[in-house]
């Protein structure tokens, strides 16, 4: 018998014992993901311009280069977190779901570290 009560078993706790810091990650990733879109979607728009050597020089701008770099990483960080509930509510055998879990964090991690070195590479080399 325990002492503590049925609310306190449970908050901040899911069937995972993790539930609460998930979905606190999902938030925070997804308030990261408001800000850095449409910062995206304005920059290019303002370039006008969308031809190889115009965006090679933004991103090579250093305020570009470092949002460009959260953005890429904020988007593997929150496709991450969200495939990794789907997975879990819906892939039913541990082995499978285990597995499908290894691909996808292997995948965005590389995609992610991809991602950050192109646009440390263009940024860094000016390479055009």
Do not use: C
């Not at 991690?109 to 991809?114: D, E, F, K, P, Q």
């Amino acid at each position: 018998m325990s002492l503590q009560s049925p609310l306190g078993k449970v908050l901040g706790n899911g069937a995972a014992k993790e539930g609460a810091g998930h979905w606190w990650a999902q938030r925070v990733s997804a308030v990261g993901l408001v800000l850095l879109a449409p910062w995206f979607v304005m920059s290019l728009i303002a370039l006008g311009d969308l031809s190889y050597v115009n965006i090679v020089s933004w991103i090579a701008s250093p305020v570009n280069t470092v949002l460009l770099s959260l953005l890429v990483l904020t988007v593997s960080y929150h496709a991450q977190l969200g495939l990794q509930v789907v997975v879990e509510d819906y892939v039913a055998h541990k082995g499978i779901r285990m597995l499908t879990m290894l691909v996808i964090n292997f995948t965005l991690l590389v995609l992610g570290v991809l991602g950050v070195f192109s646009v440390l590479r263009i940024a860094l080399t000016g390479n055009h």
